[in-house]
């Protein structure tokens, strides 16, 4: 089902929302995923992540504090729904019922 | 903050309202990490990506003027209709997409130079802080001159003021040879302080920031250079000699200097070395000398919110220090990183530069040409127009608006200067490389990269172009009111715009013009400076840079070839614009003199005419008197007398040394063209010898040539390429600033009379086909074919005589009140180069105009009266 499919880029998404706990907002999520994935991620690219997963409820969002280094503009904080965890372990696990599945075998024989 | 620049406030303008806090706050908390990170540059250059990036369908907020559907559909046609409309006339839309691509291929090529230049340093984290001292002087009414250098002692006031962070002390000029134990190389670089390193961001591969720079003979690498020195060795803590310095350390490897910087090196040396160097005598004092402004750089790093004014004044203030001096004014100032390059036309500049200058002469000469090509597009619309009336009145009946028929027109000509994009690209990527060949630095210095930032402002640039071609035909035509259209439309008064038509051909024609006859006056003048005659015989000699080797054993080892004639020593090449000047005195009389250090036989072997005395004897070393041969002009100028009462008198240079007359040589010369005869003496001092003049005959050229080069490889050590050139080929490499000039402002004739021819050829079209009927019932009542012929063409070929007739008279001006008085030896203007310019423009045009009129006449009345 569309509604409930969970993208390889949103699941790394919703996952570092999680990694950043509290502090999950769109310049912490950018410099974290730029920092694991080992490349610059543009601020748009992340948004459209966002506004999908949002649209999908698996996350939510509230306004924070103003700081002078955004121009007096407010954060705006993500974190995650049932919804979205529900969706996350579903991920997991498909991937780890795969994994387990994969004979010893034909993983060893990849060289 | 960010929201003002010009990306900020597109992205305010794309973004949907309800994301745009949350985003906007982003990129700007962003944008301040990264100018921590990287420099302001840098960030911004990262935030103007980031919005770019942001054009996508969850960001940017809808069209409000109406729903989705209507929008589309309202492209659509719009679209259609343009390509149709374009279609239906191919022949004007091929002339407006040519032509317009050959005028954008031109700006392009500008816009891709802008974008390049103003890179230029951007990598420094903290450029926007950085800035440098320069110097304007005045000495007695000799105009002012500007360099990009200042004293070193005005560092130390610097250093204390308050508001510096730090300052860079330089010193250009550590060109030496570089040995190893195993190989020397010729190596070229600067010194520079311990501070250097912190201000500027080139960074150390190995070695300590802080101190590599701090001693005195520490030495830092480029990495190319370290390799080309110790392969894969080890490079740091190693020593090397360098030049006549002695022993440097090296203290650190540098990553190589990236193409954008406007100092390039392959090596630093510790400025601290200077004064030790100095004390020693080996170079001439500057660290302590304020009126040595000419050799060293002072770049500051100012704190963050330093007011430029309260140094600026500091500055100004330091004027002071040359009170003693009442012939001298001196003045300094600050120029931020940003405007070295492209900037001022300053001189001592530390490396190659671009001036704004000749940006903005390229950029005018870009918009002189898209101008031309977007005036024949509003030209042939408006001439066309006529059959696109009732279209007009249609629409409008029908209850189009009035901005919705603008929109149509603009579709058109933008999806024009959209396909002319194309063509523009591949134009450009042809001529980038020519472009390139006209100074030999361009090659190394522009890279014409296509990144997102030259594709976007390319189609911004189309876009551009597009609507200036189509506003005037859209506004004026959309205005047209439709009851007058659709009752009668011949009583339109359309072509009121007539005359302002006639005078934009004129005007075409007449640039054109003016480029031709110049390119054409450019040449004449070329050739006349190659051919003249100096006063000296320079065939078959062969001049070789000594770099560095001992003159008397070139002399001996070159001796034993039979193909050499003589052989002569001089300090440098004269007649190719180096000069060497200085004050010298006879009695109360001083003037300034040109001078040239030279061996004995520079006389005979240069076949300059000994008027009275003799040539430099041969002498033994040791003997230091110092003996010269002047021109008969410095006699005249130092009021000594004839020639031969001037022989063993003794002049004295401003420095004190006396130098005794041996003979007088005529005046033959020393400079180039431009540059009128003064007064000139060659000067018998073997220390400044650096070029060996070789007279060669042979009969085989090229193995002598190879001859030559092995034997220089023995007496150089393999150090240093054999660079030898011929006389001739040194002459007209002296003057060919007229090629350059004649590539160019060719280029550009080619350009403009295209252009040009194009939009003739429209109008004569144009005018052939309204015509048509005239010229059926004419045929019918007996007119011939060359009675039409006039008929149709009569008109054009007076604009051509008024726009030749135009630049002949302002051509001339332009030669005789601005550029021939500057020229002190020229070839006079002669009537061949208008003649040839003026026929050129004829033929094209009598062609274009005469093809058309003929076809049109050719036309058989049966044909074109058949159908009403």
Redesign the interface.
Known sequence: MKGTHLGEFQEIVLLTVLVLGENAYGVSIQEEIGVRMGRALSRGALHAALARLEKKNFIQSEFGGATKERGGRRKKYYKLTIGGKQALEEAKRLREGLWSDVPQVSWQNIK | ???RTFFGKLFRWICKPD?Y??????????Y??NRERFGANKARSIYN??VV????P??VKKPKIRTQITTNYMFKSYSKTAIRNLLRSRLFSVINIIGLAISMSVGLLVINIIIDQTSFDNFHTRGDRIYRVITESHYMDFGASYLATSPTPLAEGLENFSGIERVVKLRRYFNFDVATDERKLPMEGHYADENFLSVFSFKLQQGNPETALKKPFSLILASKAAKKLFGDGEAVGQNVTVGPYGEFSITGILEDIPRNSHMQFEMLASFSTLPILEAQDKLHKTTTNWFDYTSNYNYLLLNEDMDLGDIENFLLSQSSRYDEDENLRVFFSLQSLAEITPGLDLSNQIGPTFESSVIVAFSILAAVVILSACFNYTNLSIAKALRRLKEIGVRKVMGGKRHQIVIQFLFESVITSLGALLLAFIIMKAIQGQFLEITRDLTQFLAFELNLLVVASFVAFALFVGILAGILPAIYLSATKPASILRDETKIKIFSGIGIRKALIVLQFTISLIFIIVATVANKQFRFAINYDLGFDRQHILNVPLQGNNYQTFINEYSKFPELESISMSSHIVGLGTRNNIWVKFGADSVLSDRLFASGNFIPNHGLQLIAGRTFPEREPGESEHLIIVNEKLLKQLNIGSPLESLEKIITTSRGTEMKIVGVVKDFHYAKLNQPLEGFYLHYYPDAFRQANLKVRSSDMASTMAAFEKTWEGIDGKVHDFEAEFYDNQIDEAYSSYTKAIKVIGFAAVLAISIASMGLLGMAVYSAETKIKEVGIRKVMGADVSNLVSLLSMGFLKLLAIAAVIAVVVTILIFQQLVLPEMAYKAPLGPMEFLIGVGIMLAIGTLTICSQALRAARVSPSESLRSE
């Open positions: 903050m960010t929201e994301i806090e949350e985003l906007e706050g982003d990129l700007q908390e962003s301040r990490l990506k980031e990036k942001m054009m996508r969850s960001v």
